[in-house]
């Protein structure tokens, strides 16, 4: 049963916006939800929510903005600005415990992740 399912990946030029959907299964409720991307050389925890905290990996603070629509049950994560580094593939995972690592939550495959969604920004 799929918890976690994510829209809004695509193609779009350095500089452009994305926004990415994650809908949450209604029977779930989750301690840490959050985006990890992976890409070639480079996996990384992009941004959480967790205890009415957020939190960012340095390398999106100040461009991406994650929130959440308790009536929809949808974690959004809004890119801003967008670089080439920023291509991967962008999962939705979430956990009912809290691990936190360099500040930012830390999912294992004993969690709950969504199919992923491809982002690739080039000219």
């Known amino acids: 049963q799929m918890h976690l399912v994510e829209s809004g990946g695509g193609l779009v030029q350095p500089g452009g916006s994305l926004r990415l959907s994650c809908v949450v299964s209604?029977?779930?409720?989750?301690?840490?939800i959050g985006w990890f991307r992976k890409a070639p050389g480079k996996d990384e925890g992009v941004s959480c929510i967790?205890?009415?905290?957020?939190y960012y990996a340095d390398s999106v603070k100040g461009r991406f903005t994650v929130s959440r629509d308790n009536a929809k049950n949808t974690l959004y994560l809004q890119m801003n600005n967008l670089k080439p580094d920023d291509s991967g593939v962008y999962y939705c995972?979430?956990?009912?415990?809290?691990?936190?690592?360099?500040?930012?939550?830390?999912?294992?495959?004993?969690?709950?992740w969504g199919q992923g969604t491809q982002v690739t920004v080039s000219s």
């Open positions: 967790a205890n009415g905290f957020t």
């Open positions: 209604e029977s779930v409720h989750y301690t840490s």
């Open positions: 995972a979430a956990s009912m415990k809290l691990v936190l690592r360099k500040n930012m939550c830390v999912w294992s495959g004993n969690d709950d």
